[in-house]
């Protein structure tokens, strides 16, 4: 299972960014998906999270309204659109999946990750 996460970059506060992860190696229809991001210093914290078929979709509050989550399972790729991004935004995005349907909101609970790609936001 490989997942590679990319789109990542440096953006100014007020920017859009849209982060992609393309899986190979699985059903990819068969895993939700979630997006988790770390920020220096801090621990790796949920960012939003994706079912199976893409009909439900959770998001962190300080995300919320923000930033939205979606998959094509066709494709093989979930994303994460960023919007109205701010300098606490600032951190390295991994994308995560699990083989279950249930979505899951917590690090641990995943059993294959990205590589991350880092979002810088400028004010």
């Known amino acids: 299972v490989q997942l590679q996460a990319s789109g990542g970059g440096l953006v100014q506060a007020g920017d859009s960014l849209r982060l992609s992860c393309a899986a190979s190696?699985?059903?990819?229809?068969?895993?939700?998906m979630g997006w988790f991001r770390q920020a220096p210093g801090k621990e790796r914290e949920f960012v939003a999270a994706?079912?199976?078929?893409?009909?439900?979709?959770y998001y962190a509050d300080s995300v919320k309204g923000r930033f939205t989550i979606s998959r094509d399972n066709a494709d093989n790729t979930v994303y994460l659109q960023m919007n109205s991004l701010k300098p606490e935004d600032t951190a390295v995005y991994y994308c995560?999946?699990?083989?279950?349907?249930?979505?899951?909101?917590?690090?641990?609970?995943?059993?294959?990750w990205g590589q991350g790609t880092l979002v810088t936001v400028s004010s």
């Open positions: 995560a999946g699990r083989p279950f349907s249930s979505v899951a909101l917590v690090p641990g609970m995943y059993d294959y």
């Open positions: 190696g699985v059903t990819f229809s068969s895993y939700s």
């Open positions: 994706i079912s199976r078929g893409g009909g439900r979709t």
